[in-house]
């Protein structure tokens, strides 16, 4: 059909091509005539007035002379003769001839209201005897009529030259075109009309048109055919590809497991795939109906804001925002799902859902077991601080309130784990934690902060005696006995008490404080409360110190031995010298060893420095030997440093080193070393001993004074007490007390050694009493090394007078 | 025939070089109020232009006869033309009977004679000619 109507409608498409040009020619050409026919009218119209002037001219010259003398005489005759003349001529219409003041002729032709001459030839008349002097003038008018006619037919004949032209060019430019355009674009359109580009068919070059533009064309055309075809064919085999993509998506679409969706900017969902609809329901929501105008607004969210919230996230930041939202849904369990949305145009967003809810349940399970103890189903330290961060932020926005901050520690629960088993310690823990649990309100706080160690926040107490009050009744629920598998056990505690916001803002200060306080009432003996006092801060803060300064003081040697002359009161001289640790602090000078031998013995660092007074004193002891003076020296032994820190092998090396005989060296023990570990310490003393090494027994009387003691331990000495010594007078106690010691000492076998003689009638009265050995500062302080000679050659000054 | 050629030179000699010495000057009768004329006064009344004298009265000119070297001096000095060309003049001229060409005396003597007949006579003559009798109104320069 459109074939068909093709080729009716071609021969006059074609001979349009031709008409068009041929008229484009001819419309040209008369355009051009028309400019040309003007030009030449104007160019003639020009030339014919000129030639006519330059007759007329011509004319007047030859009257010119004859003019001259008729102007000249004013001769009339003459020259109306002369106009006459001139009239003769066809060119000229009227001549007028005036001298000076009169006119000699006036004359014309033709009617008087004929046209009005439109050049005037005007010529001046000059005397004939004087070229200079003017006598008249004579005035030409040419035949307007005349110069028209010609001009008339110039044109004429120009525009019948410019026809004869155009037809002639018109004719030539239509058989141009047939012969060369038209001729082979009709062939060409035949060719095109049955030709099948896809076949592989193509135009082939018109004869003789190898070369020109219609060729080209012709190889145009081919070209274009060959880039069509090939475009078909790739185009063809992307929608091939496409559908085939696109059955993918749909796959993955349907198929997945989350939820996905599309939206516009106003929230109204446009798709989603089947997991979206499970996800919600959908399909048994009543959307009044019309289930393609849903919004995701109206999904059973628990706080819809935020979902909006989200949307508007999305379409103002340009990349993918996600959140995590509450559902409510009758049918299922869901309560969580979490939304990724991102614009994918200006209009659209693209939205991922899935189902969070078992991720948040074990975030939450998660986030309750970091603050639980799993043991007592308490609170553990991280809830407890939790609690206190809680409590003091409510507090610096409402500046009311308060509360009491309680630490308790189980007295001796080591003890009851290591002897009863750690099931038991469990239970005993189980069982403070219900008691605790028992004493407190609601709002109050109770965790398990590590072992047997309890925390307890009072809240909202400022009331000092209410206070006291529940702290008493913790103290009594805690000393309830408790049994465990029938047998009963005694709890005691110690507790730390701070009050906030008195003692503190700051949390971790605020539990350390706490802390303190509890050492503080666990030093104290245990079973009671200490409220934090600063000066708790202060002596941790002192302790701190003290033990850096220690640590530098081992590392510099900044220790050393004093000693304190030991007489033999039976041979009234010297024997030897208890050697006492002094540290020269580098700017507190010398510092005694009540100060800082408690904390070397909590530290440890008492085991470096034993062995520094066991070398410190043999080297003494070398020196003195090389002196010739057999003195004795003993040395204080701290139940740290039994049974490895200052244990025998290196005791007798060494002596060894040295070159000292065992015997030489006393070490003194107190009562309280062997009531640590009785069998270790049992064992180290039979050791040394073993090894001839003398034991002295110190600080007799003030402890247990155990007699059973004194026949198990294998001593060689007693020292009594310097607080009896000191206070003995005649008849008192103390006096009996040192008698009765004494007295005990020497009957099972001991050397008895007296401490704190300050009075010559003490070491006269020790001396009655039978009292081996004494020393105090009746004979001498203890004294540096360098002055120990004076004080010794002293002494036998002293020793050598008679005894009152 | 040398011979009868030679007097005829002679006196042809004598004319122009009595022509040479010859100097006209334009006069009038000593009685006539004129004093003096311009030389356009003078071409004016001797070719017909206007028969005036500025007094207003009429001026008969008059030429010397055909033959005077006088004449042919005057008309050569006055417009600087031959005798032929202001006869060609006034045969144009004469046709139409507007005016006319000055009186025409048959001789010098006559010239004299009219010119002392006369008070608006104007005529020239040579200067030697110019006696008390007739007053000099122009004179060419040499």
Redesign the interface.
Known sequence: MTKQVWTLRDPLRLRGLLLRSALTVIVASLLAGIVAVAYTAQGTSQRAHRASETRLNELLDTVES?LA??C???????AGELAQGLLSNSDVLSVRITSEQEVLADMGRGPAGGPQPATLLNRPIYS???RQKQVGHIQLSPDPLVIDAWIREEVWFTAIQLSWQLGMVTFAVVVIMLLFIVRPIKAMSDRLHGMNPAAGERLAIPKTHAHTEIGQLVIDINALSDSLVSALATEHQLRIQGEVDEKKYHTIFDNAESGLFLIDRHGVLSSWNPAFARLFDIHQMPVNGNLSLLNVRQLPWQNPDRVIELVQNALHQNRAVTQDLQVQLQSSQRSWVNMVLRSVDNNLLQGVVHDVSHLKESEASARQLAITDPLTGVANRQGLEARLHDHVQDYAASKSGGFALLLINLDDFRRINEGMGLPVGDSILQTTSKRLSACLKSDDTLARLAADNFGIILNHITDGEVLERIISRIMQEIRQTCFVDGSPINLRASMGVTLFPSDGFDVPQLLRQTELAMDSAKTAGGDNHVFFDPKLTEAAEYRRHLESDLRSAILHHEFVLFYQPVIDLRAQRLVGAEALIRWRHPTRGLISPDHFIPLAEKTGMIVDIGLFVVDAACQQLLAWNKQGLAYTLSLNVSGRQIPDGLSPAKLLAVVQHYGIAPGQLALEITEGVMLRDIEQSLQWLKSVHAMGFRVYLDDFGTGYSSLSYLKLFPLTTLKVDKSFVQDMQDGNNEHTLVGAIIAMGKSLGLEIVAEGVELKSHAAALERMGCHYAQGHYFSQPVPEEEFCAVAARLTALLAQPTV | MMKSMLPALLVVLLVSGGGVNAEPVVVVNAASAVRQLSKDEVVNIFLGRYRRLPNGETAIPIDQPESSALRSDFYRKLVNKDLNEINAYWARLIFSGRTSPPVQAASAAEVTTLLVGSVSSVAYLDRSQADNRFRIVLEFPP
């Open positions: 004859t003398v008729a000249f005489a004013k001769d009339q005759t003459l004939p005897f004087d």
